[in-house]
């Protein structure tokens, strides 16, 4: 008897405490959530409701011309079109990259491959402020402050380390059978690096391509420092001189982050677990 | 097939483009920043050869709040670690150990990572408005009216102010890097555990803990060497401010370059951010051993 209800007792506890663990979870899942949430909320509330003492419910005018005007006047429409043509351009190019010298360094025969490795390797662990005043210097001496190509060849660089980290990691698994046999059939070799390896090294690209959006999408250092010019300006830069701008404006620079952030949330919902994997994958080197 | 593979011409075309941009862009910087850190030089007129002064500079009377900015990102970097960490820690042990809505909790716990430093400080900016901000009208309505305060205006809150959004953003980061750990050991080491009568907390802290060490040194490096180089968050509250309150190196570099045009001098705070994060990440190898499974 006695057993048996110790045994009920403890089972009670169990589910207590499951109880507990849980209400911790979405207690977290509200801290992680909320300010976001409220972000949303601002973004559509007017001046009287979010000075007024509304600041924490639901808007009662729904003030979605909040947005329209963070595109229009704010310029986020100009800023969100150059933070993509940065963006997509700074993928394809440290992706054309990555996969090529990836490809030589682990497929192809040569005699410093592993020193190159090395080399770029080495560039995980440099930080960005080390470069921040050569860089400017060398961007001012080439005329290149304020256009595109002063934070695409930055951001490029800076994505080639990571990118060939991940994908020399993926090439060593592929086997090599294929390419062989393409050989032997007299393909040469750029043949079969964009016939053969190229679709078969696709999921790696993916992670690659996340990881650089994420970064190139979201960086502050070097497009604050390179654009000063409103027409080349990205989000980033972009929305730290709107709020400089609308400071009692709260609406409308809810918009622009919001806006700025719609990218990110819609690959997030679409590929959460690569956009995870994509962020993890870099750490296990450490 | 041999030929075709160490055909020369291929591999320069493969490799020179990438390795030609990598090299002039983030290798040759820092030896520029090295060089520049032993001018005296605005920028505009030509440097002075000055050998280390700039650096004695830094820490020899110094009074331009660069020894504040470093024990503050000491500060960061021991809350990082003792508040930010334990709290991953515990979340991804949790949640490895299979519980409901495993997966919605962590994509949850996930997204602040993945926003912009510049989207998380704009909003906590606003969460922290002495007048219409979320944070003090919290505490009004529940009657804590005296606790109020100008968060990132006064000098005395400044730096918590900042470090919670830091804090706040990586959570999320060190807790899947430790959840995917710890999801990669054996059950059965569990499972023969239970057997024995070891109690969920016997578990993770005798079994799961220890198998994650590799992993936890990763996060501590991680949250030590982000500390060292923190700029976006506290750049855009606060820009170090006020009196230096919540300066960080990284702030102070920026400014003393781009706004008082010490090239020299800001240099050699870039030199030293480098060697403290070098020197950090080797005392940090070296405080959790040698590990095995790696």
Known sequence: MKNIANKNNKRGMKKIGLYLLEAMLVIWAIIQLYPLFWLFLFSVKNNTEIFGGNILGFPRIWQWSNYSEALSSGNVGRYFINSSIVTVLTIVISSILVATSAYAIVRMKWKYSKLVLTIFLMGMMVPIHATLLPLFIILKNLNLLNTYASLVIPYVAFAIPMGIFILTGFLYTIPRELEESAFLDGCSIYKSFYYIILPLIRPALATIAIFTYLSTWNELMFANTFINNDAIKTLTVGIMSLSGQYQTEWGPIGAGLVIATIPTILIYVLLSEQVQKSLVVGAVKG | ?294
């Open chain 2, 1 to 294: 097939m041999e030929k075709i593979l160490s055909d020369k011409k291929a591999i320069f075309l493969f490799v020179f483009p990438a390795f030609l941009v990598f090299l002039v862009i983030v290798l040759l910087p820092i030896f520029f920043s090295f060089y520049y850190s032993l001018l005296k030089w605005d920028g505009f007129s030509k440097g002075v050869f000055i050998g280390l002064q700039n650096y004695k500079n830094l820490f020899i009377n110094n009074t331009d709040g660069f020894i504040i900015s470093v024990k503050n990102s000491f500060i960061l970097a021991v809350l990082s670690v003792f508040i930010q960490l334990p709290i991953s820690l515990l979340l991804a042990l949790i949640l490895s150990r299979g519980i409901k809505g495993e997966k919605f909790y962590r994509t949850v716990y996930f997204i602040p990572v993945i926003l912009s430093t510049v989207v998380i400080g704009q909003l906590w900016m606003k969460i922290y408005n002495p007048n219409y901000g979320l944070l003090n009208f919290i505490l009004t309505k529940i009657g804590l009216q005296s606790l109020t305060n100008q968060w990132l205006g006064n000098t005395k809150t400044a730096l918590g102010a900042v470090f919670v959004p830091i804090l706040w953003q990586y959570i999320g980061y060190h807790m899947l890097l430790m959840y995917a750990s710890a999801k990669s050991i054996p059950t059965d080491i569990y499972e023969a555990a239970k057997i024995d009568g070891a109690t969920e907390s016997q578990i993770a802290f005798r079994i799961t803990i220890p198998l994650m060490k590799p992993i936890l040194k990763v996060c501590v490096i991680f949250a030590v060497i982000g500390s060292f180089k923190a700029f976006d968050l506290i750049y855009v509250l606060t820009n170090g401010g006020p009196l230096h309150a919540s300066e960080v190196p990284s702030t102070l570099m920026y400014n003393m370059i781009f706004f008082r045009y010490q090239y020299g001098y800001g240099s050699a705070m870039a030199i030293f951010i480098i060697l403290e994060s070098l020197i950090g990440t080797i005392i940090i190898q070296k405080l959790f051993g040698k590990d095995e499974a790696y």
